[in-house]
Nanobody, 117 residues
Framework: QVQLVESGGGLVQAGGSLRLSCEFS????????IGWYHQAPGKEREYVAS???????SYAETVKGRFIISRDNAKNTVYLQMNSLKPEDTARYYC???????????WGQGTQVTVSS
């Protein structure tokens, strides 16, 4: 069974940093894109960043220049380095995989990030 396990969330002051990890159980060859999304209470889940199988990255405008997504295929892990955190970054962060393997879309359980002002 495919699993995505996020970790690294926590409570941090504004201006601080956190690094989220998403460990996945699919083979790298089955993955097209891995992304991070976040969802604040009462809001829709929103795109944060993604990285393709070839290593191309993309970011939401709200995090561009502050967050960095990276991937370690040897560890089957994707990271989201979050710097200069703001209170509005507070949300539950989810890892998502677009895969070639049915059902083609996988979500993790999420990890909570809380940024205090």
């Amino acid at each position: 069974q495919v699993q995505l396990v996020e970790s690294g969330g926590g409570l941090v002051q504004a201006g601080g940093s956190l690094r989220l990890s998403c460990e996945f159980s699919l083979s790298s060859s089955s993955i097209k894109v891995i992304g991070w999304y976040h969802q604040a209470p009462g809001k829709e889940r929103e795109y944060v960043a993604s990285i393709t199988s070839s290593g191309a990255t993309s970011y939401a405008e709200t995090v561009k220049g502050r967050f960095i997504i990276s991937r370690d295929n040897a560890k089957n892990t994707v990271y989201l380095q979050m710097n200069s955190l703001k209170p509005e970054d507070t949300a539950r962060y989810y890892c998502h995989v677009d895969a070639t393997l049915y059902p083609y879309s996988y979500w993790g359980q999420g990890t909570q990030v809380t940024v205090s002002s």
